[in-house]
């Protein structure tokens, strides 16, 4: 089975080609990723529209670049996938478009992707991981912890209730004069920087339940930043804020999957792993506590390679052939989503405004 994928939910324009074998073992046979960092930096975060352009100019560029790669031509795939959602609706719509027209035009299947489960299903490709397993998502938008039954079949135990994590990361770079995307420097910086300089709360740490907020960690450092003396920051400064900000995140996600890990073994007692992804699930600190947790909880940590746990086309792709497999394939009258949760059933969060 042979499938391509098409991303195009934020800030980068992806496709891949994975093939996978009789046993379930995926292949990546291409793999291609255009950036749209330097585009969007100038606005200090992603400006929609102008996602949006890019991924209109650039997508057909990309899918041809993945299939050239991958020494194939349309008529070889048995399916097209594109992330369906959740996401900046501009860019998602550029993707459906894109992916519906391959579909016509070769007649081959077309199956919408939700972009959420593409991260939740990665460790399925790289480390052929079983269900069910606890799965820590973590990402510019989106911090969440689910237990992960089976393919569309998914349980949240808790979310965010204000900031996703990697907002707070790109936020208090900003503030530090770091740049953008926040985690990379952030994480750079505090590799110099003194952990115990700063004082900084730990939201939620040591609270009932698996909800996240981010938010007051993030007001803390510009507080802490405001009564420094006067002038600018000096990098002994950047770089001690970076690692006590660093490690105050490292800490409450620590805390509240270990939590996750309780409930999880509750409702799937079988269960061993615990899976992170997204793209905060590439700074090392965060796996460096998530080792320290899973080892104390008896858990196996399975994290697929950094450049797979940000956004990419393989992930939709091998989503795509999870679902091929159980003979889910989608209409071409499907309408891109900008909002499309992993559990539609999940109780909203306490906190935001918003009442439990």
């Not at 089975?1 to 098409?6: C, H, T």
């Not at 939700?114 to 069910?132: D, I, K, M, S, Y």
């Not at 606890?134 to 938008?141: M, Q």
Request: with cysteine; aromatic share 6%.
């Amino acid at each position: 089975m042979i499938v391509l994928g098409i991303e195009t939910s934020c800030d980068e324009t992806a496709a891949a080609v994975i093939r996978c074998d009789e046993g379930g073992v995926g292949e990546i046979l291409s793999d291609v990723v255009l950036s749209q960092i330097e585009v969007h930096r100038p606005f200090g975060g992603i400006v929609p529209e102008v996602a949006a352009r890019a991924h209109l100019e650039f997508a057909d560029h990309v899918v041809k670049q993945a299939m050239e790669q991958a020494g194939l031509n349309f008529d070889q795939l048995d399916a097209v996938a594109a992330t369906g959602g959740p996401g900046l609706i501009g860019g998602v719509i550029v993707g459906v478009m894109t992916a519906k027209a391959i579909a016509a035009a070769h007649s081959i299947p077309f199956v919408a992707v939700n972009h959420l489960e593409g991260h939740a299903l990665t460790a399925r490709l790289t480390n052929q991981v079983g269900f069910p397993y606890l799965l820590l998502l973590v990402s510019g938008g989106h911090s969440q912890l689910l237990i992960v039954r089976g393919v569309g079949d998914y349980t949240r135990l808790g979310t965010t209730i204000d900031d996703a994590v990697g907002e707070a990361f790109d936020k208090s770079a900003k503030l530090l004069g770091l740049g953008y995307p926040g985690g990379p420097p952030i994480e750079a910086a505090a590799k110099n920087g003194d952990a115990t300089r700063f004082s900084l709360p730990r939201p939620l740490r040591g609270k009932p339940g698996c909800h996240f907020s981010f938010s007051g960690l993030k007001a803390a450092v510009k507080r802490t930043i405001d009564a420094l003396p006067p002038g600018e920051l000096q990098a002994q400064d950047v770089n001690d804020m970076a690692a006590s900000f660093q490690t105050a995140v490292a800490d409450v996600i620590g805390d509240r999957t270990r939590r996750a890990i309780q409930e999880f073994r509750d409702q799937c007692p079988h269960g061993t792993a615990l899976v992170v992804a997204g793209g905060v699930a590439a700074n090392t600190a965060l796996r460096t506590k998530l080792e320290f947790v899973t080892k104390i909880e008896q858990m196996r940590l399975i994290a697929p390679p950094p450049h797979l746990c940000t956004d990419n086309g393989a992930m939709i792709a091998w989503t795509g052939i999870e679902h091929l497999k159980l003979g889910h394939t989608d209409s071409l009258n499907f309408a891109p989503r900008p909002r499309w949760p992993l559990d539609p059933n999940a109780p909203k969060a306490a906190g935001a405004g918003v009442k439990a």
